[in-house]
Nanobody, 122 residues
Framework: VQLQASGGGLVQAGGSLRLSCAAS????????AGWFRQAPGKEREFVAA????????YYADSVEGRFTISRDNARNTVYLQMTSLEPEDTALYYC????????????????WGQGTLVTVSS
């Protein structure tokens, strides 16, 4: 499975962005997908995850109620809709995938895309 993240950019605080993660390779629809982020000087942290059928989603406390993860298995794509963005959301955002259930630990994910940069100005 190969993952390609896109959709990052510069946005003012309070604004919105939608990130996309396009997957190639068969059987992606059977994978759990997640979004992680890494701010400058900080460790990579979990943001959100969604299971293969979209019946289960999970969010970090810091983004709960502001971010929404979704997927379109027909398009092999996972999305992260981000609203009410804050300067603290500035980071390189990565999508990842693995074959088990929803987990928050990055080491459980086997496949990673390159990051897409989100910058939120105050």
């Amino acid at each position: 499975v190969q993952l390609q993240a896109s959709g990052g950019g510069l946005v003012q605080a309070g604004g919105s962005l939608r990130l996309s993660c396009a997957a190639s390779g068969r059987a992606f629809s059977s994978y759990t997908a997640g979004w992680f982020r890494q701010a400058p000087g900080k460790e990579r942290e979990f943001v959100a995850a969604i299971n293969w059928s979209a019946s289960t989603t999970y969010y970090a406390d810091s983004v709960e109620g502001r971010f929404t993860i979704s997927r379109d298995n027909a398009r092999n794509t996972v999305y992260l809709q981000m609203t009410s963005l804050e300067p603290e959301d500035t980071a390189l955002y990565y999508c990842a995938a693995h074959r088990s259930g929803v987990v928050v630990v990055s080491t459980r994910y086997d496949y990673w895309g390159q990051g897409t940069l989100v910058t939120v100005s105050s």
